[in-house]
């Protein structure tokens, strides 16, 4: 498989603090890669320049083969938190349709079936600020499907989600990464999650601790180096 | 009733009244949904150097004012963007300092100047037919502006990651808005005066926010209310002999008040 997605030696400074450290990896087209590190270590800050928002201080992403910026649009992305003020009317089908298809706008019925393709039936007449956090990220995820986008990006995609909602989300995104072949990055801090889930995973704290299979990376010596402390996975029988 | 309408003055009053009650009321919907409600209060005292400089050197008061007011968005988008500086604190920063350069200016112009407390406060009788073609025009620019820019200044305002992954370029819009928003607030002021003319922004916005669930039914809602608000204010300050611009807020606040009372009480 080709990789879609190649950082090489990405380090990103705000001002002289330096986010991001000499960071290199690849993501092969249709897998579910996973980063994790602790909270400071970088994670959204990769996200945002991988998606193009940041422009790395030194280093080489490429989408495609290309810059961010020019391949931007075949990456969805779900923000970790949504900045909007939530008493601001405006409905799901609005929301939803903002994004144009070729010179086309959404009609109504694209957007009720990918809403329904994601578990949500009858919301795009609600107002987006009456979503609940589940409902909104699902709501995010069929957005992204209207445009069949190639890599979907999730920055803690349960944020704020209960247990339930937080499966019916991460069950989504691999639903759609099978039936699609979409290309998923997410960010999450739920390692029994990220284990059962991801093809791979990344180990971020400033610099790569290291990238690879969960169930070679997902250890306790990799966890100790990353979060500095005695973690391990969670395992029923 | 009617007597109303036998005034050219207050004829031109509901005319450029109507006119930018639609642009700010549109536009109002805009900056309630970006936080940006402090943006209408520091064009609008930042635009008195421009009023100050044009009556110290005898050229037109609003097309001055105007430019000025451009060159004041610029500045607050690049005080935000290019440094560390928040929305709030750019703003601020050229609020004091256009009032202040306004004053210097007013201090070496010799002699008591009526006209200026008509753009502080407002003042119907001063709106003549330049005026009112000068917000025709311009109004109706921006207008054509809005509507042909609406669904991406929609999308930057809702989700600027996400329009900039589907093509757009945020800033573009966000400085658009920004000029706009200031030329639109500038025609305002010989109506309602520098001092109140951010209420215009908001209060329409305010009021359509409780009763809406789209942002198109905010939109229109909005803007209607806007109208409404100038249109009664113009009668009401005439029948009650009070000042056009006090009048006009006044019922906006009420119409707020009285549309979050009745709310209140369906619930």
Redesign the interface.
Same mark, same amino acid.
């Given at each position: 498989m080709d990789n879609i997605i190649s950082v090489k030696n990405l380090t990103y400074k705000f001002d002289n603090y330096e986010a991001l450290d000499c960071v290199s990896f690849d993501v092969k087209t249709g897998e579910i890669v996973s980063v994790i590190g602790p909270n400071g270590s970088g994670k959204t800050t990769l996200i945002k320049n991988i &998606?193009?928002?940041y422009k790395p201080t030194s280093g080489i992403i490429k989408i495609k083969g290309e810059e961010p910026k020019k391949s931007?649009?075949i990456? /969805?992305?779900v923000?970790q938190r949504?900045d909007? *003020?939530r008493?601001?009317? &405006?409905?799901v089908?609005?929301?939803m349709g $903002?994004?144009?298809c070729g010179k086309k706008k959404h009609g109504c019925v694209n957007i009720k079936e990918s809403l329904k393709q994601v578990g949500l039936v009858d919301v795009e %007449?609600?107002? $987006?600020g009456s979503l609940s956090g589940g409902q909104f990220q699902r709501m995010m995820i069929a957005?992204s499907l209207l445009h069949e986008k190639e890599i979907l990006i999730f920055d803690e995609p349960s944020t704020g989600i209960d247990i339930a909602g937080e499966q019916t989300v991460y069950d989504l995104i691999v639903k759609i990464n099978k039936e699609r072949g979409t290309t998923c990055v997410m960010v999450s801090h739920e390692l029994n999650i990220v284990s059962k889930y991801s093809n791979r995973v990344l180990c971020l704290n400033k610099k790569k601790i290291c990238y690879g299979a969960p169930e070679t990376v997902i250890n306790s010596k990799n966890l100790k180096d990353l979060y500095g402390i005695s973690a391990g996975l969670y395992h029923s029988h | 009733m009617l007597e109303i309408f036998q005034y050219q003055f207050m004829i031109r009053a509901i005319l450029a009244g109507s006119f930018v009650a639609v642009l700010l009321g549109w536009l109002g919907t805009f900056v309630? +949904?970006r %936080?940006m409600s402090f943006m209408g209060d520091g064009i609008a005292h930042a635009s008195l150097a421009g009023i100050a400089l044009a009556l110290l050197l005898g050229w037109a008061p609003i097309p001055t004012a105007v430019m000025f007011a451009i060159i004041i968005a610029i500045c607050i988008y690049l005080l935000e963007n290019k440094t560390k500086i928040s929305t709030d604190a750019a703003i601020g920063i050229m609020f004091t300092t256009g009032m202040a350069i306004g004053v210097i200016l007013l201090h070496f112009y010799q002699g008591y100047q009526p006209e200026l407390i008509s753009y502080l406060f407002g003042n119907i009788l001063t709106i003549n037919n330049f005026d009112l073609w000068s917000i025709i025009i311009t109004g109706f620019i921006i207008l054509v502006l809005i509507i042909f820019n609406y669904?991406k200044l929609?999308?930057t305002t @809702? *989700?600027r990651? /996400? +329009?900039? $992954?589907? /093509?757009i370029n945020p800033w573009i819009y966000d400085l658009l808005l920004y000029i706009i928003t200031a030329v639109s607030i500038v025609l305002s002021i010989k109506l309602v005066g520098i001092v109140l003319v951010s209420a215009l922004l908001i209060t329409p916005s305010a009021f359509a926010?409780l009763y809406? %669930?789209? @942002? %198109?039914? @905010?939109t229109v809602l909005a803007v209607l209310i806007s109208v409404l608000i100038v249109v009664l204010g113009l009668i009401l300050s005439y029948y009650l002999d009070l000042p056009s611009g006090a009048t006009i807020i006044l019922t906006g606040t009420s119409l707020f008040l009285l549309g979050y009372i009745f709310k209140f009480l369906k619930k």
């Open positions: &998606i193009g928002v931007r649009s990456i /969805g992305y923000p949504f909007f *003020d008493s601001i009317p &405006i409905s089908y609005e929301f $903002l994004e144009k %007449k609600k107002s $987006l957005r | 309630i +949904a %936080k669904n929609v999308f @809702f *989700d990651e /996400g +329009a900039y $992954l589907s /093509g926010r809406t %669930k789209s @942002f %198109k039914s @905010f």
